[in-house]
């Protein structure tokens, strides 16, 4: 519910049209397999996203979610399951919209989204004393 919570917040936010996502929170293995399918990366990472051709629902795409890795991360980072997994899921959902943070400024303006959303929410900033980073590809 939190997850669908999260989506649907960045979903209204971004005013983008898209009425909907696919969200499955899986383990690391299944993750895992994605990303190298999909990334070519051999390894688990926190959220994937997967972007849906136009299309008349308006369905805005998928994202998985490695519960092992957010798990670690949330203890790692001192924060919530719960809030972390917020976190990623209007991360991964500003992906679909084609938001991106390959360049500091990308990253920079996608970061601030982020922060909107959660903090509309009720979810404290996730990058504040650096914590949250993403990995970058």
């Known amino acids: 519910m939190l997850a669908r919570g999260a989506a ?12 909907g996502v696919t969200i499955l929170l899986t383990d690391d293995e299944s ?7 999909f990334r ?6 926190n959220v994937l996203s997967f972007p ?9 795409g998928d994202i998985a979610l490695a519960y092992g890795v957010c798990a670690r991360e949330a203890a790692e980072q001192g924060k919530t399951l719960a809030q972390h ?7 991964g959902v500003l992906h679909l919209l084609g ?4 360049g500091d400024d990308e990253a920079e303006v996608m970061e601030d989204l982020e922060r ?3 903090a509309d929410l009720g979810v404290p900033d996730p990058y504040a ?8 590809p």
């Open 8 to 19: 649907l917040a960045a979903l209204d936010r971004e005013e983008a049209g898209h009425e």
């Open 31 to 37: 993750v895992r397999e994605l990303n190298a399918q």
């Open 40 to 45: 070519g990366q051999d390894k688990p990472t």
């Open 52 to 60: 849906a051709p136009d299309n008349p629902e308006r369905f805005a």
């Open 85 to 91: 997994l917020q976190h990623l899921t209007v991360h």
């Open 99 to 102: 938001y991106d943070h390959i």
């Open 116 to 118: 909107a959303v959660l």
């Open 129 to 136: 004393a650096g914590e949250g980073e993403h990995e970058r």
